[in-house]
């Protein structure tokens, strides 16, 4: 009798970027060890999964860089090194099949893990979508930032804005379109920021949205938007997306953020979706947090996005999407 062998665990590829320059409050360096702190790895293994953790990243060996930094963009030259190795070593976790969990670290962390993604998934003939759970569009150039924070000019970056041009050097920048960008949770926006959103066309679930259609309808309409261009989905989850009764440990809490319950049905649908690929974690400052409140809310939200639930459910049979 023919016994079909099972499948193999996924893998899950840990890599932590501390990282805390492109923000304007210090202490996201000290995300990696936190999130690690509230068992991240422990929840991920008890799941099922492949789980290697390799470690924290470091920009020791980024030579001397010799390009003209922008006027407006602080500490350029420890991000720009920041950024480049972290491009390297995302496309190298990509290459593997292993799905990239990067821990950080302010938000300026996803110039290099999403631009690593994006290359591997250009190679693969596939489209990578962005979903930006977060308080702030991070929307901004050195043209429009009124803080010149670089944290803040991530998702620019990403989606191909001038501004930054020399970041990544060697590294292939691998842009996403507009298009590819989901803004989810936005709450706070620059004048200049707000105006290049609308020219660009950059699709926004601001926190009305969510009050007037619910989370569920926004997510499954994005999940059938990337389904249906054979897309998949990288996370970029800074957890001041989350209100901040519920997740204190930020430097930039807006109020009215996502609730606890909310935040769950999002990854939830997500895991369902079978289409999330890479992930990061930003901005937890655990030097703000109250006895590690934020980390392990944190760490439930990536439990569930990795399939943890209350009750047994069936497994829609739309929710295996191959590797990019």
Not at 146 to 157: C, K, L, Q, R, Y
Not at 263 to 288: K, Q, W
Request: one cysteine or more; a negative charge.
């Amino acid at each position: 009798m023919n016994r079909s062998n099972p499948a193999p665990p996924q893998r899950i590829a840990i890599l932590g970027a501390p990282i805390d320059l492109g923000a304007s409050v210090r202490g996201t360096l000290m995300g990696p060890a936190a999130l690690r702190t509230a068992g991240l790895l422990t929840v991920l293994e008890s799941l099922g999964l492949d789980v290697i953790d390799h470690g924290d990243v470091g920009i020791a060996e980024i030579g001397e860089l010799n390009d003209e930094p922008p006027g407006n963009a602080k500490h350029y030259r420890q991000i720009q090194r920041w950024s480049r190795i972290l491009a390297r070593r995302s496309y190298e976790l990509a290459q593997t099949g292993a799905i990239p969990v990067f821990l950080g670290g302010d938000h300026s962390l996803s110039m290099g893990s999403v631009n690593g993604v994006a290359r591997h998934c250009r190679d693969s003939g596939r489209e990578l979508f962005v979903l930006w759970l977060d308080a702030h569009a991070d929307y901004n150039t050195p043209a429009t930032t009124i803080t010149a924070n670089m944290h803040g000019m991530s998702a620019a970056f990403l989606c191909g804005e001038a501004g930054l041009d020399g970041l990544l050097g060697d590294e292939a920048r691998a842009s996403i379109s507009p298009d590819q960008l989901e803004l989810f949770g936005i709450r706070s926006v620059d004048k200049a920021e707000k105006e290049l959103l609308r020219l660009r066309r950059v699709s926004i679930a601001d926190m009305r949205a969510i009050d007037e259609f619910g989370v569920g309808v926004l997510m499954r309409r994005l999940i059938e938007k990337v389904r249906a261009r054979n897309g998949v989905l990288h996370l970029s989850f800074d957890v001041d997306f989350l209100d901040p009764e519920v997740a204190p440990g930020v430097g930039t809490t807006v109020p009215g953020g996502a609730t606890y319950r909310e935040a769950h049905l999002i990854m939830e649908l997500l895991h369902d979706s079978g289409l999330v690929r890479s992930v990061d974690i930003v901005e937890l400052n655990p030097f703000l947090d109250e006895r590690g409140k934020t980390a392990r809310v944190a760490v439930e939200l990536i439990a569930s996005l990795f399939g943890q639930q209350i009750t047994d459910r069936p497994t829609p049979t739309n929710a295996i999407v191959p590797e990019p």
